[in-house]
């Protein structure tokens, strides 16, 4: 039976119950911001949080897991407002670690889709990977879905643009991947699938990640210049994984729509209180500004939640997207008609709509509203400051503005109409290539600042994470057991470290804390890993601030000795085996971070 009264809370927990008897074990959400891993600035994928435990560590919950998993990505920020795009969306994945394979993982996905949702199997079309020079044609997966009586007209075989997933960064797990497509349009279905077709709507992917992508080395790349190969794997190679694993994603909010029956993501009941409080307060229906009402209902909903990680708007990192995200629904407001702040009023209903599932959006509501209000208020501050003495806009003066005031180019170029001035035919198109250049620049910025990620530099990573235990147990030590950390971020080159305290640390203070830790390094202590209840955990001292994000099991770091404990922290790692591997332990800048936090950043030498 098709479950068109199906709700969100109920398909996020139907998931979850479909695969706990399938033996899987379900994990709390993690955070959007990844703790530890520079190498990206959200949680992209369920997957993510998942990369040491697909390259073989065994974790702490099993070889089978499931989880709903809140998600942003940021490529496709400018493609949000059509039917298709979202910055923020849950993920509903299950994992196989050196489990089930294929068989089992397609089946599973069949039959929920089927036979627990109703989905009707004459609607279903797939695809499976078409294999190229680094991995074979997925045959075996073709050969289940035919198994499961998916007509051959309804497989069709891609390559790896569009049947491959990963790495996430350089370097990393892959695979091969069969996505799962419905016919969502209300006319009949055709026999033959075409994926270029829009009507069907892409809701399900296997992924099989038995690959490590790697770079080769020296003599391997001599060895290979004669070589045919692909551009864009040229100095790379695919190692086979020590162990065969599986990672699924449903896409929560098409799913949804598909089940409610309704015309796009943004008319079921996670976007339709959102679209009607827009309506609302701009007097305008949905119907004549579809692309700027789903715009300001993903960018707000998206802020909440970025903002309940305690990211705050910003020039840098996270806060920079959140700042354009806030700063473009202004701007679609300003082109709708909203004179007025209403953003908070928006805000407050994406709350409203979540907080059963997180309740942690409702905690800080009161935090949430006035910070979106507050980066409202001075963006159209911002705007009001422009001159519009321009004779003529032209592609620099849209990136100008883009840069320093956050304007977006329609905005732009709409204020310059009514205010009738000229605008150079090819500025779009100039603004386009200046806003590519400095893409290209912050991507070589990002490669020098992310380095050390998981995908290189591991060693002096792993060191630098032991040395931030110390320092928090060193900062312990000198200021007080009421020191939490609030943050870090950890290169191959440096840390830095944000934790709780009202004034700037003195001279002899740093000096106190830097002596510490050089002292635990020299006693060269060893660094101990136990799994462990949660309960126990905290029992045992062990502190943590992200304890949140681990199951019931969790890992837990000593420093130092059962009769001296020195640091013992809940962490997922990795880390050193002893403290003497650190080197020279050396603070080179202690700063304010924000109100009540401070912020040190330190080296190894």
């Known amino acids: 039976m098709f479950l068109h009264n199906l709700s969100s809370n109920e398909l996020r927990q139907k998931f979850l119950n479909f695969f706990e008897n399938k033996g899987h074990k379900v994990l709390p959400p993690f ?58 969306f849950e993920m509903l994945g299950n994992w196989s670690l050196g489990d089930y394979w294929k068989k089992d993982a397609i089946r599973w996905s069949y039959e929920f889709l089927t036979e627990e949702l109703g989905l009707e199997h004459e609607k279903l079309a797939v695809t499976c990977f078409a294999g190229d020079n680094d991995a074979p044609k997925d045959t075996e997966s073709a050969e289940i879905w035919k198994s499961l009586k998916i007509k051959e007209e309804r497989i069709v075989y891609l390559g790896k643009k569009d049947n491959w997933w990963g790495p996430a960064g350089e370097c990393g797990p892959c695979g091969p991947d069969t996505e799962i497509f419905y016919w969502s349009a209300k006319s009949s279905v055709p026999e033959k699938f075409d994926p270029n077709d829009k009507r ?26 004669d070589e045919k190969s692909e551009v864009e794997n040229q100095g790379f190679e695919y190692v086979p994984l020590k162990q065969k694993n599986v990672d699924t994603g449903l896409g929560f909010e098409r799913t949804l729509a598909i089940l409610q029956d309704k015309e796009d993501m943004f008319t079921t009941e996670l976007f339709w209180p959102i679209i009607q409080k827009i309506e609302e307060i701009s007097n305008k229906k949905y119907e004549q500004k579809k692309n700027e009402f789903r715009i300001i209902a993903d960018h707000l909903r998206a802020s909440v939640f970025i903002l309940a990680e305690g990211i705050l708007p910003s020039n840098k990192l996270q806060g920079y997207i959140l700042r354009r995200l806030i700063r473009r629904s202004v701007a679609k407001g300003l082109m709708i008609g909203i004179e007025k702040k209403f953003t908070g ?43 519009w003495d321009y004779e003529k806009i032209d592609g620099k003066i849209l990136f100008d503005l883009f840069q320093t005031y956050g304007v977006p180019v329609e905005v732009a170029l709409e204020e310059a109409k009514i205010k009738n001035i000229k605008i150079k035919d090819s500025a779009n198109k100039e603004f386009e290539i200046l806003r590519e250049k400095h893409r ?27 040395a931030a235990h110390l320092l928090l147990a060193a900062l312990r030590q000198v200021l007080g057991p009421q020191v939490q950390q609030k943050g870090s971020n950890i290169t191959g080159e440096r840390l830095r470290f944000d934790f709780n305290n009202p004034e700037k640390l003195t001279s002899e203070q740093i000096s106190k804390i830097e002596n510490l830790v050089n002292e635990k390094i020299k006693e060269n202590l060893p660094v ?74 330190a080296v190894l030498e």
């Not at 009161?366 to 980066?375: G, P, S, V």
Request: negative net charge; proline residues 4%; contains cysteine.
């Open 200 to 225: 069907w709507i892409e809701i399900w992917n296997n992924v099989f990640m038995e690959y490590e992508k790697r770079l080769k080395l020296p003599a391997e790349l001599a060895e290979d210049k």
């Open 345 to 387: 009023d928006v805000a407050a209903v994406v709350i409203e709509i979540m907080k059963e599932a997180y309740p942690k959006v409702d905690k800080q509501k009161n935090q949430i509203l006035a910070e979106i209000e507050k980066e409202e208020e001075k963006f159209r501050k911002n705007l009001k400051t422009i001159k």
């Open 528 to 601: 101990v890993m136990e799994e462990m209840d949660l309960e126990e955990a905290k029992k045992s001292g062990a502190t943590g601030v992200f304890d949140d994000r681990y199951g019931d099991r969790v890992k837990v770091y000593t420093i130092g000795s059962e009769d001296e404990v020195f640091s013992r922290e809940i962490c997922g790692g990795p880390h050193v085996k002893n403290t003497g591997e650190l080197g020279h332990f050396k603070i080179v800048k202690e700063e304010s971070s924000s109100s009540g936090v401070r912020r040190i950043k």
């Open 31 to 88: 955070s959007l911001v990844p703790e530890n891993d520079p190498t990206v600035l959200f949680t992209t994928a369920g997957m993510h949080p998942l990369v040491p435990y697909i390259l073989g560590e065994i974790h702490p919950e099993g070889k089978r897991l499931c989880s709903v998993q809140p998600c942003v990505r940021t490529d496709d920020i400018d493609e949000v407002g059509d039917e298709r795009h979202l910055t923020f």
């Open 440 to 466: 290209q620049l912050s991507r070589t910025a990002s490669a020098g600042m992310f380095k050390g990620g998981l995908a290189d530099n591991k060693v002096e990573t792993t060191r630098l994470h032991t």
